[in-house]
């Protein structure tokens, strides 16, 4: 790992932390995942918003008030709207990417979760994604959260993630280990 993308994540950890702790004190751990869910919206979805995290030309001041406003607006709890602005104030928005994703780590793991990373040919229905949550709880001992996302270059099949193991039953996988088992015979 390099080194500033090391401390970006050195921050993002601690504050990530003292965020869940605060959440644990005052019982709002849901509130800050809803919470977490709108900032990740916004992040994804605003350029003005990634530029006002990362731009050096707005001042300390210009976006500590423009967290202020977009926490009011998006209804922020107060814990994580203290702990953005907070963020602001030192210059540390940079890291806030990589806070939502070390805070929804810790969260998970709190609440006895792992997170599986799921790749499929087709969107899964529901009763799918829940019957395969419930394989992979047998499999790990912990709840799993599903993040789906689709690729139709697998034809067919699943590529599953949960934490460092992965297992890839694509038909694209296979069809590309036959190939290269061809060439060795030939």
């Known amino acids: 790992?390099?080194?500033?993308?090391?401390?970006?994540?050195?921050?993002?950890?601690?504050?990530?932390?003292?965020?869940?702790?605060?959440?644990?004190?005052?019982?709002?751990?849901?509130?800050?995942?809803?919470?977490?869910?709108?900032?990740?919206?916004?992040?994804?979805?605003?350029?003005?918003?990634?530029?006002?995290?990362?731009?050096?030309?707005?001042s300390r001041d210009q976006q500590a008030a423009a967290i202020d406003a977009i926490a009011k607006k998006m209804k922020l709890s107060p814990t994580m709207a203290n702990s953005v602005r907070l963020m602001a104030i030192k210059r540390r928005l940079f890291v806030l990417p990589q806070l939502a994703s070390a805070l929804r780590g810790l969260i998970a793991e709190e609440k006895?979760?792992?997170?599986?990373?799921?790749?499929?040919?087709?969107?899964?229905?529901?009763?799918?994604?829940?019957?395969?949550?419930?394989?992979?709880?047998?499999?790990?001992?912990?709840?799993?959260?599903?993040?789906?996302?689709?690729?139709?270059?697998?034809?067919?099949?699943?590529?599953?993630?949960v934490g460092s193991k992965m297992v890839d039953t694509s038909i694209r996988s296979k069809l590309h280990n036959l190939q290269n088992a061809m060439k060795e015979v030939g």
């Open 1 to 58: 790992m390099s080194e500033p993308a090391s401390i970006s994540t050195g921050i993002a950890e601690r504050y990530a932390t003292a965020i869940l702790e605060l959440a644990k004190d005052g019982k709002s751990i849901a509130k800050i995942e809803s919470d977490l869910d709108s900032l990740e919206s916004a992040l994804a979805d605003s350029d003005d918003f990634r530029a006002l995290i990362s731009s050096p030309l707005y």
């Open 112 to 161: 006895g979760e792992v997170t599986a990373e799921i790749t499929a040919a087709k969107s899964l229905t529901k009763a799918q994604q829940d019957k395969l949550a419930k394989t992979l709880k047998a499999s790990v001992g912990k709840d799993v959260k599903i993040n789906l996302s689709v690729d139709e270059s697998l034809i067919g099949g699943l590529i599953v993630q």
